[in-house]
């Protein structure tokens, strides 16, 4: 048979097709505004530079976004959600090509390309969906993994696409079955529909069954598109966009700096206070789970879940829409203001006092650390900032900085933290080490190795590198041998090093991660003038956490 001609009548059976077009309307209304209320709440946030490098990000978007590398780590997951996102893929594919072909009059639904794509290939991913549901469905109903989110919304969502999946099928089995489609076996599912039916159904009821259905998918998929962005599916936009903006310069590199001199407060306690970046990091969130999952403050049975604080942020996000939006532009009309002031002139109708200007507005401040309706303050000081939580997330979202950036505030803002914590950073501070109560000095696993020290030397150039040994390597016990063993390998390959033995001090890198970012500061310059001091170019070090800071 020549398939040249092979195609097939889009609206077959169908009148009145104005309604169609008349309910998307009104569809896309309400989704556009659903992405525009989001949009909206992000840009409330502060700036930050995330749009650099886009070959570096595109890239990412490719891998994880499209490629799913992240999110097929877990195989049985990753498989469903591949199945279901290609197999969406491909059906919004096939929905453009149906648009083209019909309202354009570009008549490109035909021939092999009908055949091969829009009849076998769609069908196959067609069915890769509902069985993707339903791999879905017994995960999340008869499995039911501790990560996972159970809602209602998640399962009206399963359910949703399922039924539309299913509904489609019927009704190009019975088109297949009540037009005699030639062409119809290059649908198998729809195909075996159109057999089965023939052998339960008239022909006259197939066809009342397929206008019925017809207008009942139709308006189904509408509203599903309509709700879609007020639902966590809106991560079909928002997971692309959060990955695209992710932090490129490391873990490490994701602790935001303070400068000291013009910064007003300290840390974070407001939603108003995290940047445009936390705000969609809240809405890319797919409840997934992993980040908890992977969590050693949480496996071991503690109350952090870096996934019920993202959570609990979104909800109170949205809760204080309008909260949020009121202090973004209070703080852009105080930033107006000040400007205007500094131009010499105050603005009209101002009240002046003996300085001039307008008084600024009051910015109005949703906390997020409370016990009763967002974070804990008790989950916050559980978390070891070991990033395992962004390692494993597939939207790359930033849980740790947002909880440094949270005791940030409990530190240099309110004075609070552990008493555990407390010895911790007095010895910091009078001793630049973390180890109170420790017998031992900077230089006492040197003993009978003839290490040089850098203030020892006549000419500090004569060292080629710097070993920093770190607190941990100096100072604790059980890691002095390998220290130790470094040291003596260095000597045997013939490396000119030295080490800065009392001169060294902490990094600073405890102090940061508890949240106390201005010992860090004083920490780190104490340690650059020294390091500048002595001209050292190379530094080595075994150290994970001085790694992390000098990097």
Not at 231 to 252: C, E, Q, R, W
Not at 411 to 416: F, L
Not at 531 to 548: A, D, E, M, R
Request: net charge neutral; aromatic share 10%; hydrophobic share 45%.
């Amino acid at each position: 048979m020549n398939t040249a001609g092979a195609t097939r009548e889009v609206f077959w059976n169908i009148t009145h097709i104005w309604v169609m077009y008349a309910l998307l309307v009104p569809t896309t209304l309400i989704a556009g505004y659903g992405l525009y209320r989001k949009i909206r709440l992000w840009r409330a946030g502060k700036p930050l530079a995330r749009f650099d490098r886009v070959g570096e990000r595109v890239g990412l978007v490719v891998k994880h976004a499209l490629a799913q590398r992240r999110t097929a780590r877990q195989t049985y997951a990753g498989a469903f959600h591949l199945m279901l996102y290609t197999g969406f893929v491909i059906l919004t594919i096939a929905t453009i090509v149906v648009m083209v072909h019909e309202d354009f009059k570009l008549r490109i639904m035909q021939g092999a390309f009908y055949l091969y794509f829009q009849s076998f290939v769609v069908d196959i991913f067609g069915a890769m969906v509902l069985i993707a549901i339903g791999l879905a469905g017994w995960r999340r109903w008869v499995k039911r993994p501790r990560p996972l989110v159970y809602t209602e919304e998640a399962t009206l969502i399963l359910v949703a696409i399922f039924i539309i999946g299913l509904t489609g099928f019927l009704i190009e089995g019975w088109r297949i079955a009540v037009t005699d489609d030639p062409w119809g076996h290059w649908s198998p599912v729809g195909f075996l529909i159109a057999k089965g039916s023939k052998a339960l159904l008239s022909v006259e009821a197939m066809q009342t069954a397929h206008l019925g259905l017809w207008w009942f998918h139709l308006v189904l998929v509408f509203a599903f598109l309509a709700w879609a962005p007020y639902t966590k599916m809106a991560h079909v936009v928002t997971a692309p966009l959060n990955i695209y903006t992710a932090n490129l310069d490391g873990y490490g590199a994701s602790l935001k700096r303070i400068d000291f001199d013009t910064a007003t407060s300290f840390g974070v306690n407001a939603l108003s206070d995290l940047t445009w970046k936390d705000l969609l990091d809240l809405d890319a969130c797919t409840e997934c789970g992993r980040c908890t999952a992977v969590c050693p403050a949480n496996t071991v049975g503690k109350e952090l879940s870096p996934r019920d604080i993202i959570l609990d942020l979104r909800n109170l996000m949205h809760k204080s829409e309008n909260a949020l939006l009121a202090a973004a532009a209070a703080t852009a009309a105080a930033a107006a203001a000040q400007s205007g002031n500094g131009q010499g002139a105050a603005p009209a109708g101002s009240a002046g006092g003996p300085g001039g200007g307008a008084t600024p507005p009051e910015i109005p401040k949703v906390s997020i650390i409370d016990e009763g309706s967002a974070v804990s303050a008790t989950a916050l000081w559980q978390c070891t900032t070991c990033a395992a939580c962004m390692e494993a997330c597939p939207v790359y979202i930033e849980q740790m900085p947002k909880i440094v950036d949270a005791r940030r505030w409990l530190v240099m803002e309110q004075a609070e933290f552990p008493e555990n914590l407390m010895a911790v950073v007095n010895s910091l501070e009078q001793r630049s080490h973390p180890f109170p109560g420790t017998s031992y000095n900077r230089v006492s696993w040197t003993e009978g190795l003839g290490v040089k020290v850098m203030g020892e030397l006549a000419d500090p150039a004569e060292a080629e590198v710097l070993l920093w040994v770190g607190c941990g390597g100096a100072l604790v016990e059980r890691n002095q041998k390998s220290t130790r063993a470094l040291a003596q390998l260095l000597t045997e390959g013939g490396v000119k090093f030295a080490i800065l033995g009392r001169e060294e001090g902490c990094t600073g890198d405890p102090a940061r991660r508890i949240g106390n970012e201005f010992l860090f500061e004083m920490l780190a310059k104490t340690n650059v003038e020294t390091l500048n001091g002595y001209g050292v170019k190379k530094i080595v070090t075994s150290c994970p956490h001085c790694f992390n800071t000098f990097s």
